[in-house]
C-alpha cells in the first residue's frame, strides 16, 4: 500500500515537470491567484454549510413560530424601517412587487401588519406592524438572539469582535457587488 502511495507521488511529479510551463506556478501573483481561487471555494462550502444550517437559502422553509423565511425577512424589515412602501420592502428584500404584496397580504392575514395611506403620497401604502406584529418579531428575535449567544459562547470576545467585524465588511461587498433592483 506505501509502495503504490509513493509510486504515485512519484509519477504525479513527473508529471508536473512535463507539464506546459503556464500550468506551472512561476510567480507570485501566479501563486496569489491560485491562493484566492481555493479561498473562495473553501468560503463558498463555509458560507454554504453556515446558511444551509440557518436554512436561509430556502425562502419558503418555515423559519421561527409559523413564519416562512420570507415572512420573517419581510416582518423584520418593516420593524427596522417603522414603516415601508411594498415596493420598499420587496426594493430590500431583492424580489418584485408583486411577491412583496403576496408576502404583505400572508402577514395581514395573521394581523402581524397593516396598511396604511402614505402621508406623501396618496397612491402609496405604507406598512408597519401591529402590536401583535410588534411582539412577534420582539419573541422571534429573543429567540434567535439566544441561539446566537449559544454559538458565540465558544469564542473569546476578540474572536466574536472579529467575526461581528468581518460579516460586516462581507455584507458591505456584496451589496456592492450585487444590485438590489434585480
Known amino acids: 500500500?506505501?509502495?503504490?502511495?509513493?509510486?504515485?507521488?512519484?509519477?504525479?511529479?513527473?508529471?508536473?515537470?512535463?507539464?506546459?510551463?503556464?500550468?506551472?506556478?512561476?510567480?507570485?501573483?501566479?501563486?496569489?491567484?491560485?491562493?484566492?481561487?481555493?479561498d473562495a471555494e473553501n468560503f463558498y462550502?463555509?458560507?454554504?454549510?453556515?446558511?444551509?444550517?440557518?436554512?436561509y437559502r430556502d425562502r419558503d422553509r418555515s423559519c421561527c413560530r409559523g413564519l416562512s423565511v420570507t415572512e420573517w425577512y419581510a416582518l423584520d424589515t418593516i420593524f427596522r424601517e417603522k414603516s415601508s412602501s411594498i415596493?420598499?420592502?420587496?426594493h430590500q428584500l431583492r424580489m418584485n412587487k408583486s411577491t412583496a404584496t403576496r408576502v404583505v397580504a400572508a402577514l395581514e392575514s395573521r394581523q402581524l401588519v397593516e396598511r396604511h395611506s402614505s402621508p406623501t403620497n396618496h397612491k402609496i401604502r405604507n406598512?408597519?406592524?401591529?402590536?401583535?406584529?410588534?411582539?412577534?418579531?420582539?419573541?422571534?428575535?429573543?429567540?434567535?438572539?439566544?441561539?446566537?449567544?449559544?454559538?458565540?459562547?465558544?469564542?473569546?470576545?476578540?474572536?466574536?469582535?472579529?467575526?461581528?467585524?468581518?460579516?460586516?465588511?462581507?455584507t458591505a461587498l456584496a451589496s456592492?457587488?450585487?444590485?438590489?433592483d434585480g
Open 1 to 38: 500500500m506505501v509502495l503504490a502511495v509513493s509510486t504515485r507521488r512519484r509519477s504525479e511529479a513527473r508529471r508536473f515537470q512535463r507539464s506546459p510551463p503556464h500550468r506551472r506556478l512561476r510567480s507570485p501573483q501566479r501563486q496569489s491567484e491560485n491562493q484566492l481561487a481555493a
Open 45 to 55: 462550502e463555509a458560507l454554504s454549510n453556515l446558511v444551509r444550517y440557518y436554512q
Open 87 to 90: 415596493g420598499g420592502i420587496g
Open 127 to 170: 406598512v408597519s406592524l401591529t402590536a401583535i406584529g410588534r411582539a412577534l418579531h420582539a419573541a422571534i428575535v429573543a429567540t434567535l438572539t439566544a441561539e446566537h449567544r449559544a454559538l458565540l459562547a465558544g469564542l473569546s470576545h476578540g474572536e466574536r469582535v472579529r467575526v461581528i467585524e468581518l460579516l460586516g465588511t462581507l
Open 176 to 180: 456592492r457587488r450585487v444590485p438590489l
